[in-house]
């Protein structure tokens, strides 16, 4: 209950499943009782007559309820005095007249309290905690009568009849209202939909709107000039005023026309302070014309410069520029930076600039400046009676010509990156393969009669580890797999992995090469092994870097294995007997297997090989095998192998070799300390700290 100065209101919940048992009506009868003979002084005399209104009009549902406030009324019969007024106009007759015997009045939802004096009270506002924009003013011609009404139910008429007058507005430039539509979260208002989206979220869109080929100046005329005319339209409806006017209730549809929406909802929802707000509506909360004449400025220098709404160089912080605008600092006002380069476009810059100046009646309205705009927009082409289907048109050509510019250049930017998919696949996995997985999505393994494969592993890896910290290792092994893997790049072969300081190559799959697999193979080895001569650790100078190469031909089968980070792997004991053909094998020897040399007697090059003779392999038993050491007629300059006699003493020579390095380079890098201390104490008087030497030390701290 909400009471005082002899005014009251009462809210009694309403359910669609409440029952006569404890009707809300019933409620308010019990409290007359006691209300009405309650006499406050100076507030509330004793009351001891009424007049019952109800209303003949209301729904089915809410007949119960009404007729609840006349079924007790002999339970307060006998302290008031009763009377009830079944229509509107016996309600309106009562209150006008002079000889009335009451100045209360119950009826459904309210009670309306009636006073003599305005003065008196309008000075006693302090009493009500009813929210004031629910308390109207009745017309009443008797100047020494006043009439105030409490409606609950005002919000939801008003909105109601917004709505109403919404249906009926149909134009080009402003989104199509459809109605409303409830759900448990809320009530929605249906609008338009345009498939472009937003005005803010087109001036983005550098890439798909380019300013070059497709936002130019004539572009961006005809878009303030759709604004000007759908809130042309709008000013002069029933609608009368935006009030929410900002490039993002501007929405483009697939013609690239841009309409308005979001107007209409003043009733519903509050309008707040953001950048494209009037200063006038800043200081003081509301609504007008000129403000959306404001707004539309602040819009137009988006398009123009297209960067963020207020867009200035001096200030960024939005809530600075919110104040500034709020608070003018003498006559200069604050406003966003505007600019055009051309002198032509004069007319457009004085134009925007009289839109947003601080005395609302100086800013034209939209009538105006939809002619302005019309007006700069023909001088544009020479052309004074160009009509709106002639503009339609020539946007339409120009969103077509940028489409066929942007379609040329996305398919150049997607053949560019299908490329270089295509190239990184093609690194990881062999051609064919990469072809079968796109177009099948599958690989099936495939058995090969005859290929060559090669391994190579580095001789005392583990010591050269020992020695070096991880990231040398990474660098060194980096080094040494980018020079062979340039080196491959010269010969038919495909390298199938590397696993730690082990590479391993093939030739003869995926695409089968006859009997060039093994030649390839062979002198692929001779040109690492070329290198391996010549190559330099950079974190260990000086120290001999050794590697065992092991070659063997034979069958195999070969796939792709797993489907995350899928691998192309080789499956036979042809792979197994490559590998312990490294692994028996010397340092700085190209060791091949017998088979390896049969095939390469069969073709055209002259390889030349020394017999090592039978050489105990795991699971094979003594095989016959071979030192590759060159092709007749050709120059390698292979590094010199040691023997396998001295092979034990160079290793421990190597790990010695290693640790007299690094010593001295740690003497040698302690000497160049040495060196720099001495030379800072040479320049110090007495070796104190420099910022002791100043006069004043906290100048330096």
């Known amino acids: 209950c909400q009471s ?35 006499s406050f002084t100076n507030l509330k005399p004793m009351w001891k007559t009424a007049y019952i209104y109800k209303k003949l009009d209301n729904t089915e549902e809410c007949f119960w309820y009404i007729n609840a406030l006349e079924a007790p009324s002999a339970l307060f019969a006998s302290n008031i005095s009763r009377e009830m007024l079944r229509s509107q106009g016996d309600l309106e007759d009562k209150m006008k007249a002079q000889d009335r015997h009451s100045n209360n009045v119950l009826r459904h939802a309210s009670v309306c309290i009636f006073r003599q004096n305005r003065r008196v009270r309008f000075d006693q506002k302090k009493w009500s905690h009813i929210n004031p924009s629910l308390i109207t003013l009745l017309d009443d011609k008797e100047r020494n009568h006043i009439s105030l009404t409490v409606k609950a139910t005002i919000h939801l008429s008003v909105s109601c009849f917004f709505f ?40 983005n869109d550098k890439i798909s709107y380019p300013d070059e080929s497709f936002m130019d100046l004539e572009f961006k005329i005809s878009v303030m000039y759709d604004i000007a005319k759908g809130m042309s339209y709008l000013h002069s409806s029933n609608v009368g005023v ?26 519903i929802l509050t309008p707040g302070k953001d950048l494209w707000t009037a200063p006038e509506h800043m200081r003081v909360q509301g609504i007008s014309q000129k403000g959306d004449v404001y707004s539309f400025a602040i819009i137009s220098q988006e398009i123009i410069l297209r960067k963020n709404p207020f867009h200035t160089c001096c200030c960024s912080d939005m809530a600075e520029k919110l104040y500034l605008v709020q608070y003018p600092r003498g006559p200069n006002v604050f406003r966003p930076d ?33 002619g302005a705009l019309g007006k700069i927009f023909s001088n544009l082409h020479n052309q004074a009676n160009a009509s709106y289907m002639d503009n339609l048109i020539r946007r339409l050509q120009m969103y077509s010509r940028n489409l066929e510019h942007l379609v040329e250049e996305r398919t150049a930017l997607y053949k560019a990156e299908r490329d ?60 040494i797999y980018k020079n062979f893997d340039s080196i491959l790049d010269h010969h038919d072969v495909y390298k199938v992995e590397t696993i730690g300081d082990a590479y391993m190559v093939a030739s003869g799959l995926p695409r089968r090469n006859g009997n060039r697999h093994a030649v390839d193979i062979c002198l692929m080895a001779l040109d690492i092994l070329k290198f391996m001569g010549t190559y330099q650790l950079r974190h260990l100078p000086g120290i001999p870097l050794w590697i065992r190469i092991g070659i063997h031909s034979g069958p195999c089968a070969a796939g792709v294995v797993g489907n995350k980070m899928p691998r192309y792997c080789l499956f036979g004991d042809t792979v197994n007997t490559a590998s312990r053909m490294e692994s028996t094998g010397l340092p700085l020897r190209i060791h091949v ?42 120059k390698y300059n292979l590094p010199t192998p040691p023997t396998a006699e001295n092979f034990q003493r160079l290793q421990q020579d190597l790990a010695e070799r290693i640790v007299s390095t690094l010593d001295k380079r740690g003497n040698e890098r302690r000497k160049t300390l040495s060196t720099r201390q001495r030379r800072t104490q040479r320049h110090s008087s007495d070796g104190q700290p420099e910022y002791l030497h100043l006069n004043d030390p906290t100048t330096y701290l």
């Open 420 to 479: 270089r998919a295509d190239q990184l696949n093609f690194m990881l996995l062999p051609g064919p393969v990469v072809r079968s997985l796109k177009e099948t999505g599958c690989v099936e393994p495939e058995l090969y009669d005859e290929v060559t494969i090669y391994f190579s592993d580095i001789v005392c890896f583990t010591t050269l580890c020992h020695h070096s910290t991880p990231m040398e290792v990474v660098d060194m092994l980096n080094d």
């Open 4 to 38: 005082g100065a002899g005014s009251f209101g009462l809210s009694c919940d309403y359910k669609d499943k409440l029952t006569r048992l404890l009707p809300p009506a019933r409620k308010i009868s019990e409290f007359f009782v006691h209300f009405w003979n309650v």
């Open 164 to 203: 109403s007058q919404l249906l009926h507005i149909d134009y080009y430039n402003l989104t199509k209202f459809y109605g409303t539509a409830k759900f448990d979260c809320g009530v929605f208002g249906v609008f338009e939909f345009c498939e472009r989206g937003s005005l803010r979220y087109v001036l």
């Open 242 to 267: 935006h009030g929410r006017l900002k490039s993002t209730n501007c929405v483009v549809d697939n013609r690239m026309v841009v309409k308005i929406t979001d107007f209409g909802c003043n009733t």
């Open 593 to 634: 297997s017998e088979s390896t040399i049969k095939i390469l007697q069969r073709t055209d090059c002259q390889f030349e090989c020394e017999h090592r003779g039978e050489t105990y392999l795991k699971g094979k038993g003594k095989e016959m095998t071979y030192w590759l050491t060159g092709v007749t007629g050709q």
């Open 338 to 370: 505007l600019s055009f380069e051309s002198v032509g476009e004069t007319e457009l810059f004085v134009l925007i600039k009289s839109c947003w100046e601080e005395d609302p009646e100086k800013r034209p309205d939209f009538k105006r400046i939809e």
